[in-house]
């Protein structure tokens, strides 16, 4: 019956999804490449979960869109079970290419690394790709969107929910915010960087007063919430919960139980969308916390698409699952829907087949891959499934959201306000009610986060005392302009600094672990001699290993690489803790990053702390036999180091000067971060000077001349080198 059904509605659609002339095309087909991710149902897109959607959208666009003459043969290869640097994106299109498949369009992936590594790929073929979702894509590249213009994203984005997050803090004057993010949900974690980085580049108001507190799910307890949740309190009132629905519920209890749901406090989460990668946001659980999460969730607002069927998406949805479960073998959930990443896919193949369709109408050229991408832009089309499909000038869906708030009567989310981007159109269904306000509290409590303000006491004891009220307000004057002053002046300090800091990079030596004991003075020495680099144990610079690949150790209950500095050489200057401060100060996910560094009883730099790399060097990873190097993996290396070097060109650093594949260090997921970069008072002098006839072959390491310049071995070196002479 639902079959009969579907096939009723599209006799139905297709006199208004059929204006295209009846007379026969030349006949050319036009070959679709998806490289969709399978296997991992942990991820929120899944070929499985979309592959009947993705079959019925063909058919529609077969038989209602396409003109005559015109095909759309659709190619697949499995996008893999993971979203990290080891995709199998740029190697499936080299497979077709291989197999003398010709693409005119990619389909997906849905990670925004393996759809980054795709784009390279498909610029230089003049191919468009559609990711579903792909939605921090941007920030996982550091590029601007305009420079992707072959890339559409029919799904959602993360910068749309960025931009929504801000607009609800402008709307309620909110400058002070908390961001709870967990390290372990890729999509909470990514999201919660997006938000700061936008933070930084649009909004230094709100970035200035931006608190970020990362947790890791897996191995948190009742005491990490607490903790995090008190850290709260002397800082904001308004948290920024980025974690699925099971956490949120466990972190609202707590707030509960310290008495931080009685209406002081906004907390914010994101639900985009009912799926089983985030759950759903619900109080009851049928436990004995039930009523208590119920009166905590009062609280909470969320966030959400905001979706609008037709009357035939009903009898879409019965017929994906029919067809998921016969042909696919995936069988949805009794509670699971087909939910928006599935419908996205659908929406993707009807956007490019009427684009293609139009194209031919007005007789432009359908394998043009540029024209076809810049057609797909600043677009409006009705989808089949009654929404529209709006797609704005960069490439993007402009989706409408909803902000909502729990119902005290229906004990469920509902809307309060709803905000469409593609019309700019602001609807409110009603207003917020926070526990004991007519509305949302303020930005900052009367009596300030610490509870010392004096406006706070304005009124004890005042009211018949005339002279005690204007001395107050005179007081109040002088000191609202003390603290104005103060600030600037903080704000100035630390601008300069780069740190509130000043020590943050020195590390003790008893607070190292090593094998669940502290380390000591005694046994540095023999920990030490583990980390050097097996080669180069002697080099008195050290260029020719990285510190990303010492020895783990433990430091703040976090897993570390800790390699020992040749003794005596190196002492700590104000000119060396500018340094260390520039390289703290960039972040990328392709540059290691410096920890710390410990110091001797005499000042001089013992040791260095670095994030872990467990691979070892790239040259490691090239010399082991038992590392397969297909095409997907040495692009994803190439594309490591480039994109790592460019972002440090662009800093402050500058330039490396001595990048080699040593310094070159390769993480547990097979990332490639440059290491040894930024701090000039670790390069040995001698390191810098040209060669020299009389020199022996023990006075210096020649191996390191092979990676430098030639304009450069003719005279000394500058000490991070030069950005031309890296390249």
Request: hydrophobic share 40%; glycine share 6%; aromatic share 10%.
């Amino acid at each position: 019956m639902a079959t009969l059904n579907f096939i009723c509605l599209l006799l139905i659609l297709s006199t208004i999804f059929s204006p295209w002339p009846t007379e026969a095309s030349s006949n050319l087909t036009l070959n679709m490449c998806a490289v969709i991710e399978k296997g991992n149902f942990i991820l929120v897109y899944n070929y499985r979960r979309a592959a009947a959607a993705i079959d019925m959208a063909l058919e529609f666009a077969h038989e209602m869109l396409l003109p005559p003459g015109i095909n759309i043969a659709f190619h697949y290869k499995d996008g893999g079970d993971t979203c990290g640097a080891d995709n199998r994106a740029v190697g499936s299109a080299i497979d077709w290419m291989r197999e003398g498949v010709q693409c005119h369009i990619y389909l997906g992936p849905g990670c925004d690394r393996s759809v980054a590594d795709l784009y390279r790929f498909a610029a230089h073929q003049e191919v468009p790709i559609i990711g579903c979702p792909a939605a921090n894509v941007v920030g996982n590249t550091q590029l601007l969107r305009k420079n992707l213009p072959l890339l559409i994203r029919p799904a959602y984005t993360f910068t749309d929910v960025s931009r929504l997050i801000i607009r609800f803090l402008d709307m309620f004057n909110y400058t002070h915010t908390t961001v709870i993010a967990d390290e372990d949900n890729k999509f909470y974690y990514e999201f919660g960087d997006s938000l700061s980085q936008r933070y930084r580049r649009d909004r230094r108001d709100l970035y200035r007063t931006l608190k970020i507190l990362l947790f890791r799910s897996d191995e948190a307890t009742e005491d990490t919430y607490e903790t995090l949740l008190g850290d709260v309190v002397g800082h904001s009132r308004v948290i920024l919960l980025f974690a699925n629905a099971t956490i949120i519920r466990n972190i609202m209890l707590h707030a509960f139980s310290l008495g931080m749901t009685d209406g002081e406090y906004v907390y914010l989460a994101v639900e985009l969308f009912r799926s089983n990668y985030w759950g759903e946001l619900r109080w009851k659980y049928d436990d004995t916390r039930d009523r208590d999460a119920q009166l905590a969730f009062r609280s909470l607002a969320v966030i959400a698409l905001y979706e609008n069927h037709n009357q035939f998406f009903a009898e879409f949805a019965k017929e994906v699952k029919k067809r998921s479960r016969k042909k696919y073998d995936y069988n949805y959930g009794t509670f699971e829907e087909v939910d928006f990443i599935v419908t996205s896919f659908y929406d993707a193949i009807v956007l490019y087949a009427r684009t293609i369709a139009e194209t031919d109408r007005i007789g432009g050229n359908i394998t043009d891959g540029p024209s076809i991408a810049d057609s797909m832009r600043n677009t409006s089309i009705m989808s089949p499934l009654g929404h529209a499909i709006n797609i704005d000038l960069d490439g993007d869906r402009s989706h409408a959201y909803t902000v909502k708030q729990l119902s005290l009567i229906t004990g469920k989310f509902q809307d309060i306000l709803r905000i469409n981007y593609h019309n700019n159109e602001e609807i409110w269904y009603g207003k917020f009610q926070w526990p004991g306000r007519d509305g949302l509290p303020p930005d900052v409590p009367l009596c300030g986060f610490d509870g010392l303000a004096l406006a706070c006491h304005a009124a004890v004891g005042l009211a018949s005392q005339p002279a005690a009220i204007a001395g107050l307000a005179v007081g109040l004057v002088i000191s609202a302009a003390c603290i104005a002053i103060g600030l600037a002046c903080f704000l100035s300090y630390r601008a300069k600094r780069g740190q509130i800091d000043p020590y943050w990079w020195k590390v003790d030596l008893d607070q190292l672990q090593y094998k669940n004991s502290k380390i000591r003075s005694k046994n540095l020495q023999s920990l030490g001699s583990l980390s050097r680099d097996k080669s180069e144990t002697g080099s008195k610079s050290n260029k020719n290993s990285s510190y990303a690949s010492g020895v783990m150790v433990k430091y703040m209950d976090k897993p570390v690489s800790v390699s020992d500095l040749p003794k005596g050489l190196y002492k700590m200057t104000s000119s060396m803790i500018r340094e260390l401060n520039e390289v703290r100060a960039i972040s990328h996910p392709n540059l290691h990053r410096i920890i710390g560094v410990g110091l001797d009883e005499q000042n001089f730099c013992s040791f260095i702390l670095g994030d872990i790399c467990t691979k070892g060097t790239l040259d490691d990873v090239l010399e082991n036999e038992l590392i397969k190097l297909d095409c997907s993996f040495k692009y994803s290396i190439i594309k490591d180091i480039s994109e790592g070097m460019g972002y440090l060109h662009e800093s402050i650093i500058g330039s490396h000067g001595f990048l080699t594949g040593y310094n070159c260090s390769v993480d547990s997921r097979f990332l490639v971060k440059i290491t040894n970069y930024g701090v000039t008072a670790f390069v040995d002098p001698e390191d810098l000077a040209p060669p020299e006839k009389h020199q022996s072959d023990s006075a210096r390491n020649w191996s390191m001349l092979l990676w430098r310049a030639p304009e450069l071995l003719r005279q000394a070196m500058p000490p991070r080198g030069t950005q031309k002479g890296t390249v």
